[in-house]
């Protein structure tokens, strides 16, 4: 398959005409691209909330209007979410974070009934964020801000929608924690600022995150003053890497300290992680940029960037484009979908990368929000293939912080 090599000047019907040429992705989310970002569609005033292909549905899930934490017209701020994806009712319950700065909270969707509660909520939880279902059974969550800490919760197997209980998991890093993804015996995070690091914990134990070594990836192919963030130096950040060990007594008070005593390698605001395989996923907002990380031989490439295999956006000409990546999700096909922090909010879906060059052979737009204040964040499919989920955060729109699905007829 032709790569595409795309720049800013590219218009949205170029666009559309050279992604159908690549090929919709296929499963059971099938598409054709949509024309382009909802630049002309932009309104407090809509019934659904993306413009979409035909063929699909849109439907809430819970905003504001169903349940609303916090009153006084403060956003919920809906962030991120899973579903409890092993156990009793696997499946049934879709569990969210809320973000905002202090008070934070964990809700639970019982996605048969529609009934909503906050499961977990203290006055010392800030910007809750990244969230994941883990394989031993447990859930992951995580403070987006300095000094950020990574729980982990644990629910009664006999009543799922019931109150969650939660540790803290300072061995899994004191950081800006975003994105996570676990894996039989590894959990992934990162830390979400310019100059922010990727790291791997191994637990000494499967399952028991109490106790194991962080390590932070290291690119070999560059010296120790190169491994710095810099704008103009960040498409340099490939090839191949190693994972470096940290000082556990230093990891628990100050991750990136840590990292920075090992010189790490840094990118930039990377946000969120996505395992595919034997590839994580990172994507890295300053730099327009998804990188792909091939665990087994322990290579970083770019998957996806603007002005290679994706337009760079010119919002000002109405060129729809790729700008500041922000949560990933796994397709049912594995396809690996891309949420941006950006208005309009587009959601994009990377093809798979067949020629094997490391970066995705083509890169297609699924979905632009019409809400002129928000974002999409939380994309994520659960047990049905058909339906991704998705949270409107911050929208102009009163009350309509919250969660959406939208499925495939």
């Given amino acids: 398959m032709r790569k595409q090599i795309l720049t800013g000047a590219l218009t949205a019907g170029l666009l559309v005409t050279v992604a159908a040429q690549a090929g919709a992705a296929d499963g059971p989310m099938a ?5 382009g970002s909802a630049y002309d569609q932009q309104s407090t005033d809509w019934d659904v909330p993306l413009v979409a292909p035909e063929g699909f549905t849109q439907e809430l899930v819970a905003d504001e209007t169903v349940l609303d934490i916090y009153d006084g017209g403060t956003d919920d701020l809906t962030d991120m979410n899973t579903v409890n994806e092993t156990g009793p009712q696997a499946g049934r319950y879709l569990i969210r974070t809320h973000e905002v700065g202090s008070n934070g909270a964990v809700s639970v969707v019982d996605l048969t009934t529609g009934e909503v509660r906050v499961v977990a909520q203290d006055a010392g939880f800030r910007r809750l964020d990244g969230i994941e279902w883990t394989p031993w059974g447990t859930v992951l969550f ?3 801000t300095a000094g950020g800490r990574l729980f982990e919760g644990t629910f009664d197997a006999k009543d799922p929608f019931g109150e969650m209980e939660w540790v803290e998991r300072p061995e899994v890093g004191i950081l800006r924690h975003e994105g996570i993804g676990a894996s039989n015996d590894a959990v992934f995070v990162i830390d979400e600022l310019n100059g922010g690091s990727i790291y791997k914990f191994e637990p000494t134990v499967r399952g028991d995150l109490a106790d ?3 390590y932070a990836l290291k690119l070999t192919g560059l010296d120790d003053a190169d491994q710095v963030w810099g704008q103009d130096t960040y498409e340099e950040k490939v090839g191949a890497f190693e994972w470096v060990a940290l000082d556990m007594e230093q990891v628990v008070v100050d991750t990136d300290a840590a990292a920075d005593a090992v010189s790490a390698t840094e990118f930039g605001r990377p946000e969120d992680v996505e395992l595919i395989g034997q590839t994580l996923y990172v994507a890295n907002t300053s730099e327009d940029r998804v990188v ?16 290679d295999n994706v337009p760079v956006e010119n919002r000002s000409a109405a060129v729809t484009g790729f700008n500041g990546p922000d949560n990933l999700a796994k397709g049912p096909d594995g396809r690996l979908w891309v949420v941006e922090d950006n208005v309009p909010s587009d959601i994009w879906v990377a093809g798979k990368d067949a020629d094997q060059d490391g970066a995705a052979d083509s890169v297609e737009l699924f979905a632009s929000l019409k809400d002129p204040g ?3 964040s939380g994309i994520y ?4 293939p058909r339906t991704l989920f998705f949270n409107i955060q911050h929208p102009a729109k009163a009350l309509a912080d919250g969660t959406w699905a939208i499925t495939a007829r």
Avoid: M, Q
């Fill in 381 to 384: 499919f659960g047990k049905d």
């Fill in 292 to 307: 792909a990380i091939d665990l087994n031989e322990e290579v970083l490439t770019s998957f996806v960037h603007a002005g």
């Fill in 374 to 376: 928000a974002e999409i």
């Fill in 212 to 214: 194991g070594r962080l």
């Fill in 31 to 35: 598409f054709e691209p949509v024309d």
């Fill in 142 to 144: 995580a403070e987006e």
